[in-house]
């Protein structure tokens, strides 16, 4: 995936974000956000952020069929400040069962590795039903949040 121009401040002053690309993403819930961080960064030279797009696989296909490919494993360690976020995923399609069992396993890799990653000093954002991974993560219990209004129940 091509990631956007570095910026200019030295890595030492970039907070660092770190996209979780699960298995059917939804695109606008990368774009949208990134997009906010990338105009701010071109507003205020004193604000800089330096991306990462991380996954359980290198490839990963998007809600619209479109394969996301070169993405990063999901990283041992984040350094404190960092934020984390978790876009949503569309519904598995049930007729594809073959499918749904491996984007399943993806989906439980990204449950430990949020379990095991996010810590206090770290910022988590999930973004529509992105909430769903951090909520199977026990990275919600005694928080208020919301998600798509499809999904409440579940959360």
């Not at 070169?70 to 350094?79: G, Q």
């Not at 995923?89 to 069992?101: F, H, L, N, Q, V």
């Amino acid at each position: 995936m091509t990631q956007p121009p570095e910026p200019s401040l030295p890595a030492s002053q970039q907070t660092h974000v770190i996209v979780v690309v699960p298995p059917r993403v939804l695109l606008l819930d990368i774009a949208g956000p990134i997009e906010v961080l990338r105009v701010a960064g071109q507003m205020d030279a004193g604000v800089a952020y330096r991306i990462s797009f991380v996954a359980p696989d290198p490839d990963l296909v998007s809600s619209v069929g479109l394969t996301l490919g070169c993405l990063e494993p999901l990283p041992d360690h984040i350094s404190e400040g960092a934020i984390v976020l978790v876009p949503g995923s569309a519904d598995s399609d049930p007729a594809d069962c073959g499918r749904c069992s491996a984007e399943a396993e993806q989906e439980a890799r990204i449950v430990a590795w949020l379990r095991q990653v996010v810590q206090p000093g770290i910022r988590l954002i999930t973004i529509c039903s992105g909430a769903l991974l951090a909520g199977r993560a026990g990275l919600l219990d005694g928080h208020s949040c919301t998600t798509h209004h499809e999904s409440i129940a579940e959360l």
